[in-house]
């Protein structure tokens, strides 16, 4: 019953929420040493997540009272109303409003594939992305392991969204941004797949959560101002942005295929793109917009 049970709920959350939720069966110890059947379910951006109990549900599907279908729907609802309340403050002690203002920053998601969460979540539009709020796990801040900022966690240590965005806005930008042109050989020209003139990376000091740059017009209509062109901007990664002059005959697809290959030569391993649009930055208006 209960591999039926986890295979029903492995169902539901890949419905509701995507391929990329891990759904594991779970164990928690019980005061008496008893084993209580559980299922955690981890999302890709979360560095901490609940497990929730099942045993009440397995009882009615032991007795025939219960399908596995309705079991699942039952626990997917309990899953749901979680998202409502901030483990944060029970999990992880130094957070408080001072750690909160003192360290958050902007991280880019994108809005489609994170819409089911994003009413639990302040956050800010942009266009086919939202900008979340995200403070460090690590004291030290020596490895890039965050949690998101939701309503629960601002209603709990009294954070107004003004404080948020103001905080947010000031420290991603302090952490800084490089902006270097991509040279994979010697200088050659145009590139003859593109049509480009040269590619552009631009990314955060650090090298981590780069696509951020896309907040902060200033940096686009440097570079842009610099090229004396439109850009196009290709937001693959979370860690960085690929731009080109914007020009007559550039090929978007060859485009996008290169910035792909870049983020992967940058960053090996399995990527999660963050966006498939391209972006084109106005340099006259100082706007940017999908193409």
């Not at 900008?131 to 690590?138: G, M, Q």
């Not at 200033?218 to 570079?223: A, D, E, G, I, S």
Request: hydrophobic share 35%; aromatic share 6%; net charge neutral.
């Amino acid at each position: 019953m209960r591999e039926k049970l986890i295979g029903e709920i492995k169902k539901a959350v890949s419905e509701q929420y995507g391929a990329d939720y891990e759904v594991q069966p779970y164990e928690i110890i019980a005061p008496g040493g008893c084993p209580i059947p559980s299922v955690a379910i981890r999302t890709p951006s979360e560095s901490i997540c609940p497990a929730i109990r099942i045993d009440h549900l397995l009882s009615p599907m032991e007795c025939g009272l219960s399908e596995p279908e309705d079991a699942a729907a039952e626990f997917m609802d309990l899953y749901n109303r979680i998202n409502d309340i901030s483990q944060y403050t029970r999990c992880i002690p130094h957070i408080d409003c001072s750690y909160v203002l003192d360290t958050v920053t902007y991280r880019l998601v994108n809005t489609q594939k994170g819409s089911p969460h994003l009413s639990h979540l302040p956050h800010r539009k942009l266009l086919d992305l939202s900008a979340v709020y995200t403070v460090p796990v690590d004291i030290s801040r020596s490895r890039d392991e965050y949690i998101i900022v939701d309503n629960a966690l601002c209603e709990k240590l009294s954070i107004s969204a003004e404080e948020l965005q103001e905080s947010a806005e000031l420290h991603t930008e302090f952490k800084g941004f490089r902006m270097t042109p991509y040279t994979p050989g010697p200088p050659a020209g145009p590139d003859t797949g593109t049509g480009c003139n040269g590619l552009w990376v631009l990314t955060s000091k650090n090298g981590t959560n780069g696509a951020t740059v896309l907040l902060y017009p200033y940096y686009l209509r440097k570079l842009s101002g610099r090229l004396k062109k439109d850009l196009y901007l290709i937001a693959s990664s979370r860690d960085r942005v690929i731009a080109a002059p914007a020009e007559k005959g550039t090929d978007l697809q060859s485009l996008r295929d290169m910035a792909d290959r870049i983020n992967s030569a940058c960053s090996p391993g399995p990527q999660k793109p963050l966006t498939d649009s391209i972006y084109r930055f106005r340099r006259r208006k100082g706007r940017l917009e999908i193409v």
